[in-house]
């Protein structure tokens, strides 16, 4: 009664009163806002470090902020697909049944609508969501991800661009389901829109930073690969005036890098035949008598079994998995029950190239399927490779050039003996000795035959 009496100020002015409680109200949703992205900033610039971290954070920080769900999508580099990069929902039985939904990655024909975000900048804002809006597509990803929104009762939806630098790099995709939930409104779409901007720059500071980080990281990897093969170039030159030291040099510096085992087998110079004899390499001392075993079976004609056509065509061979039976399949007969003592689980066959040419094959291999070779472990032994072909062909012609310089030493030893024995002889004068061309030119005549000719030495 005595309000109805006296009114209030605030009754008595009516709309300016009206006015005054919109502007306290527009200031205490500005200050929520400033306190919620500042916040927001701050988490995320904490877990930049870390993209996949960030992407967590940026998914669970949104959707608390909008008080449901959040995707966040980042576009491939081709800008063809979108990734399903993180999600967030309260309900854990909800956020296995999205992981389901969003399992492969979105090909942007089969999504108009975030293809149009995307393209335009501007968002999708649905209150009240129709799925009729939603164009038909018979992408099996796009069916499935469609059944699960209507299975849960998605009521509105919000989708806005992460871009940075004018370039979309993604986007947010933002959804009601719950009962309880009111439709997303102009506010929802700001904040939405403000928090997107804070995400993409996060997010594209984290991907310079692991880019940067991965940069660093193949330099690193580069700088160690160079350092290895000066090691290795070092160490086969020290020894190339041993061809056996070498192939056992060669033997355990593949095997270290990249083994367990390592087997170097030379190729017979006419080019037919893998060497009985090479040098062999085992990390397992109790392993390394059998792989001695196996290379101790005789020479092995190129062309046949896996070293075989590996000299034969001078191409690497990559095995990242196989049981021990299939590959002592692979291999002789004969060999094939010392092979698969092995256990081996992943090999390597590789040429050893010199110019062009063939010197001999490396075969390296693994015990059990826990490390399979890569394409990476191919290069770096590819690369010790050419260096350990250049030394092997730098020892042969080393060695031929030896064994020529020693026979022609031989040669000469020989004439010298047999000059010194003729004198020997001639001087005795025991026998009469001529020594003539094929012309009758006469280039010795000892005293003896003189005498008996009567003649003398001038005449």
């Given amino acids: 009664m005595i309000a109805a009496k006296y009114p209030t100020k605030a009754a008595e002015n009516g709309p300016e009163a009206d006015s005054v409680a919109n502007v306290v109200e527009t200031c205490r949703r500005l200050e929520e806002r400033l306190r919620v992205l500042s916040e927001a900033m701050r988490t995320f610039s904490q877990t930049a470090a870390d993209s996949q971290q960030l992407l967590d954070t940026?998914?669970?920080?949104?959707?608390?902020v909008v008080k449901d769900q959040c995707v966040v999508m980042l576009l491939s580099d081709d800008g063809q697909t979108l990734t399903p990069a993180a999600m967030f929902d309260p309900d854990p039985e909800v956020l296995s049944g999205l992981h389901d939904a969003l399992d492969e990655p979105f090909r942007l024909e089969e999504y108009p609508i975030t293809r149009r975000v995307l393209e335009t900048s501007e968002p999708f804002f649905a209150p009240r969501l129709d799925f009729e809006q939603f164009p038909r597509s018979p992408a099996a990803a796009a069916a499935r991800y469609s059944a699960f929104m209507r299975g849960i009762g998605v009521h509105s939806m919000l989708i806005v661009p992460l871009r940075i630098h004018d370039r979309s790099i993604g986007e947010l995709t933002l959804v009601r389901f719950r009962p309880e939930a009111l439709p997303f409104d102009e506010h929802d779409l700001e904040l939405a829109q403000n928090l997107a901007a804070q995400a993409a720059l996060a997010i594209s500071n984290a991907q310079l930073l692991a880019a940067t980080r991965l940069e660093a990281a193949e330099r690193t990897r580069m700088a160690e690969r160079l350092r290895i093969l000066a090691d290795a170039s070092r160490e086969f030159s020290a020894t190339t005036d041993d061809q056996d030291r070498l192939l056992e040099a060669v033997a355990r510096r593949l095997g270290e890098l990249v083994g367990d085992m390592c087997v170097i087998r030379p190729i017979t110079q006419d080019g037919e035949w893998l060497e009985a004899t090479g040098a062999v390499y085992h990390r397992d001392p109790a392993l390394l008598a059998a792989t001695r075993e196996v290379m101790s079976l005789g020479r092995q004609r190129v062309g046949e079994g896996i070293s075989g056509r590996v000299a034969a065509t001078g191409e690497a061979v990559l095995t990242p998995t196989i049981s021990s039976s299939?590959?002592?399949?692979?291999?002789?007969?004969?060999?094939?029950?010392?092979?698969?003592?092995?256990?081996?689980?992943?090999?390597l066959a590789l040429p050893l190239l010199c110019r062009g040419k063939v010197v001999g094959v490396a075969n390296l291999a693994r015990r059990g399927s826990d490390r399979p070779y890569t394409e990476d472990d191919l290069h770096l032994a590819q690369s010790v490779a050419e260096h350990a072909a250049l030394a092997i062909a730098n020892a042969r012609s080393y060695a031929a050039e030896r064994a020529a310089r020693d026979a022609a030493e031989r040669a000469a030893q020989a004439v010298r003996q047999a000059k010194g024995r003729f004198a020997r002889l001639s001087d005795s004068s025991i026998i009469g000795i001529v020594v003539s061309d094929l012309d009758g030119y006469i280039s010795e005549i000892n005293d003896a035959l003189l005498a008996l000719l009567g003649y003398s030495r001038d005449e």
């Fill in 58 to 64: 940026v998914a669970r920080r949104v959707a608390e």
């Fill in 326 to 347: 299939d590959f002592a399949a692979l291999n002789e007969p004969r060999r094939r029950p010392l092979i698969e003592r092995l256990g081996v689980g992943s090999a």
